[in-house]
């Protein structure tokens, strides 16, 4: 039988969830979450709370610099040209490749920031299998570069902003998510969604 420490606690959940609330948004603060009237956090949960808060937090600032470093890829991309999408992969904390499109450049419909990626890693690590990992992406993957992530067997994928025309991750199909593959992704979404979402508007505004 699984017991449910959140069914015998639920304040441990409220917890919880205030706590990813102040992760999320900057303006929160801790002193504002225990200052809260709406829940009263008893003595002996404090150092747990306190715990999760710092795991949070170190989570989101580590998604914050990544992501930036893939706004980077795609605003270079933007300047040669090529759609503004930008990723990079990070293994044990480091970044251990970074691109953004070549399709253009490389005359190649696969080269997606994504894909460059993984091609780059695996041949870093001289393996295929991408272990350790995590990938950050300014827009919500297309089909084919879920599919690498599934294949790769990247555990982890963070991304910007949604894809309503293309994306594989929720917009248009679920495919990290589908319990028929025998590899299922964490997947984090909206990391600086509004900056990656502005420099695809810019590419194509300027075009138009």
Do not use: W
């Amino acid at each position: 039988m699984r017991v449910s420490l959140f069914r015998h606690f639920p304040i441990v959940k409220q917890s919880a969830v205030l706590f990813l609330h102040c992760a999320l948004c900057p303006s929160a603060s801790i002193h504002s979450f225990f200052a809260s009237s709406v829940l009263s956090v008893p003595s002996a949960l404090t150092p747990f709370l306190l715990f999760l808060h710092a795991i949070l937090s170190a989570e989101m600032d580590a998604d914050l610099q990544f992501m930036q470093e893939a706004l980077a890829e795609a605003r270079a991309s933007a300047s040669a040209g090529e759609v503004p999408i930008g990723a990079v992969l990070v293994y044990d904390g480091k970044i251990l490749a970074r691109s953004g499109n070549r399709t253009i450049r490389d005359n190649d419909p696969t080269a997606h920031a994504e894909i460059i990626v993984l091609r780059e890693a695996a041949r870093l690590l001289s393996n295929y299998r991408l272990a350790n990992t995590a990938l950050y992406v300014t827009i919500e993957p297309c089909s084919m570069c879920a599919g690498a992530i599934i294949q790769a067997r990247v555990p982890r994928l963070i991304y910007g902003a949604d894809d309503p025309k293309g994306g594989a991750v929720r917009s248009c199909f679920e495919i990290l998510s589908n319990p028929s593959l025998n590899h299922q992704v964490e997947v984090s979404s909206g990391v600086l969604a509004a900056e990656a979402a502005s420099i695809l508007q810019s590419f194509f505004a300027a075009r138009r």
